[in-house]
């Protein structure tokens, strides 16, 4: 019988791993770590979630919010990130600003929000970024906004 329950958790644990995974985590157990210590009554309800509902996908807004505090836990982490595509990264009076291509600034939290960036990895090692080009419609970009 413990078998059993032991394989169906381990089923669970799987699941969960590559779910996490799919948001852009290498190593899912950072997250699951952070997650426990720092938000336990929402992960104890993206676990019964997946548990009753089959549904692993609680964890999302966990993962968001995870991934949004990477500047307060280690802004080293994005500071030394490879972003690519002539994005790079400084800080200044503590908060970490990404600088785009033609000089505009806008703070990490307000670029991640926005999607011009993405993460990749599981504690912000390994950063990687998307760039949207200009909305034709209207010609702005994200980072012409105040």
């Known amino acids: 019988m413990r078998a059993r329950v ?3 958790v381990e089923g669970f644990r799987a699941q969960a791993v590559s779910t996490v995974q799919g948001y852009g985590s290498d190593d899912p157990e950072d997250f699951f770590q ?3 210590e ?3 009554r929402e992960m104890k309800a993206a676990m019964h979630r997946h548990g009753m509902e089959r549904d692993p996908r609680g964890c ?3 993962y968001r919010e995870y991934v949004s505090t990477i500047e307060d836990r280690d802004p080293e982490a994005i500071l030394n990130a490879q ?3 002539g994005i790079t990264a400084k800080q200044v009076d503590g908060k970490v600003i990404i600088v785009f291509p033609g ?3 806008m703070s990490f939290k307000g670029a991640l929000k926005a999607g011009l960036i993405s993460v990749r990895g599981a504690s912000g090692r390994h950063l990687t970024s998307t760039y949207k080009t200009r909305n034709p419609k209207t010609a702005e970009h994200p ?3 105040p």
């Open 38 to 40: 720092n938000k336990p």
């Open 103 to 105: 000089g505009k600034e």
């Open 60 to 62: 999302e807004p966990l």
């Open 143 to 145: 980072a012409d906004r």
């Open 6 to 8: 032991d394989a169906v």
């Open 34 to 36: 952070w997650a426990h």
């Open 83 to 85: 972003f690519g595509s």
